[in-house]
């Protein structure tokens, strides 16, 4: 008997999410005639890779169309409940044995010849590695949004203005005193100061939020919205927050929360048809469980290491010496696939961080 998993139409799902966001990221851009034109050509380009991902599934191979990279371990700040710190995957030092340029140029390459449409560079601070940023670049049938904390915006005006398909999104906790409070003094400041310039030079950006019990008021309301808007930010992704620090557990949303997120972002995005907004995870019981582990996307760590997700540092394969689609066939990928635990209940926004010591026993087996 097939299980609720099984059942449920994973490729025609994800198929049509991803139309919904390209339709919806041609919408945000509509004004912006360099930005229009060149997310017109993405979606051509999508539709395309749509096709490809098609043709893999009735072969029997699913490929998800999101990609996570984490192409660096190291980072500037130190944010309060960082969940890469927490878990050891970030670091003041350039981390050893990271992948080169030209290595994460193949990944790139062969997520484009694969149809990943979708590739979210984060790290540590992606924009670090401008070595790898550049050959991002190259790769216009590919949208990156870089997922950065701001701090090195302003080095990369001229090369985001010539590259749209490099999307920055800037991570924010809502106002001035939660941002500063978690992120650091001052860098609200920092944060404005950066979306102004962008928006200025017409250079579509997005903002990353930790939803979190106490900002969970505060980052949906209309009134912040208003201020990203304005400010010229076309996409908003609402991460939940993870509890990788003892002690913090009371800070990640519940069931309770997520139903009034659903409410919320439903109506924000009629309120504001400008901007796209996601969810992450989002309601996983409406979709069979959990994305990861390549049912619509996977993780690839600073050293090559395929994860199931950035908030589940595990693998036993690495794109190193392995193309994606192996990687993708990775003994704990099946085994998390085929075991049911994608699927469990849990508390926070994440299943397998909740359930670690089950994935540690696999990872094991």
């Known amino acids: 008997m097939k299980t609720e998993s099984e059942k449920f139409d994973l490729q025609s799902y994800m198929t049509k999410g991803v139309e919904r966001v390209v339709t919806d990221a041609v919408k945000a851009t509509l004004k912006n005639p360099r930005e229009s034109a060149f997310m017109l050509k993405f979606a051509a380009a999508s ?114 203005d010539k590259n749209r398909n490099l999307v920055p999104v800037i991570s924010i906790e809502g106002g001035r005193a939660k941002t500063d409070a978690r992120r650091g003094e001052g860098m609200y400041k920092v944060i404005e100061d950066r979306m102004d310039i962008l928006n200025e030079k017409g250079i579509a950006f997005g903002a990353s939020i930790t939803v979190t019990k106490e900002n969970l008021n505060e980052v949906y309301s209309e009134d912040f919205l208003k201020n990203l808007s304005g400010r010229g930010c076309k996409l908003v992704i609402f991460i939940e927050y993870v509890p990788v620090e003892k002690g913090t557990e009371n800070l990640a949303p519940t069931d309770t929360e997520r139903e009034l997120m659903e409410k919320l972002i439903l109506d924000r995005r009629q309120k504001f048809e400008n901007m796209l907004m996601i969810e992450f995870p989002g309601s996983e019981k409406n979709y069979g469980g959990c994305f990861a582990a390549g049912r619509g996307f996977f993780h690839i760590n600073s050293r090559g290491g395929a994860e199931p997700c950035p908030f589940s540092p595990y693998s036993d394969v690495n794109v190193r010496n392995m193309t994606l689609k192996e990687a993708m066939k990775s003994p704990l990928f099946i085994a998390l696939k085929s075991g049911g635990i994608l699927a469990d209940d849990h508390d926070g926004g994440c299943v397998l961080y909740q359930k670690r010591e089950q994935v540690e026993k696999l990872l094991k087996s």
Do not use: M
């Open 47 to 160: 539709k395309a890779a749509s096709k490809k991902r098609k043709l893999s599934e009735d072969s029997g191979e699913h490929i998800p169309p999101f990609l996570i990279a984490s192409i660096t371990s190291s980072c500037n700040l130190h944010c309060a409940g960082c969940y890469s710190r927490g878990i050891d995957s970030c670091c003041d030092e350039k981390p050893r044995d990271q992948l080169n340029a030209q290595e994460w140029n193949k990944v790139f390459l062969e997520a484009e010849d694969i149809g990943i449409s979708f590739i979210f560079l984060a790290g540590g601070e992606p924009l670090i590695r401008r070595d790898v940023i550049e050959q991002a670049a190259a790769h216009p049938k590919i949208l990156f949004p870089i997922i950065t904390n701001g701090t090195l915006l302003d080095k990369y005006i001229d090369t985001l």
